[in-house]
């Protein structure tokens, strides 16, 4: 069972800037896909960014351009970062893994954007 523990959320003006991790309780070698997913008050869970083992990355319209994803699997962990954040990037962001058989999901941190 693999724990994820996001962390970097807070509240930030418009234009600003964030880093989020998503930490791993085990390997990620052996986990080919990661993502972020983010949920606004109201609304449905979306994807927000994926990456690969690869390296290979996939970004929502929404927030190409100003988001980047990466991964360090030697430390076990996930990043997000975030520029030039805008209100209606406020939302609560997820981590999650693809493993073999199970799919795996962070607590959430909050991310608000706002003056």
């Known amino acids: 069972q693999v724990q994820l523990v996001e962390s970097g959320g807070g509240l930030v003006q418009p234009g600003g800037s964030l880093r989020l991790s998503c930490a791993a309780s085990?390997?990620?070698?052996?986990?080919?896909?990661m993502a972020w997913y983010r949920q606004a008050p109201g609304k449905q869970r979306e994807l927000v960014a994926v990456?690969?083992?690869?390296?290979?990355?996939n970004y929502a319209d929404s927030v190409k351009g100003r988001f980047t994803i990466s991964r360090d699997n030697t430390k076990n962990t996930m990043y997000l970062q975030m520029n030039s954040l805008k209100p209606e990037d406020t939302a609560v962001y997820y981590c999650?893994?693809?493993?073999?058989?199970?799919?795996?999901w962070g607590q959430g941190t909050q991310v608000t954007v706002s003056s």
């Open positions: 999650n893994a693809l493993g073999s058989t199970t799919i795996y």
């Open positions: 085990e390997s990620t070698f052996s986990i080919n896909t």
């Open positions: 990456i690969r083992n690869s390296g290979a990355t």
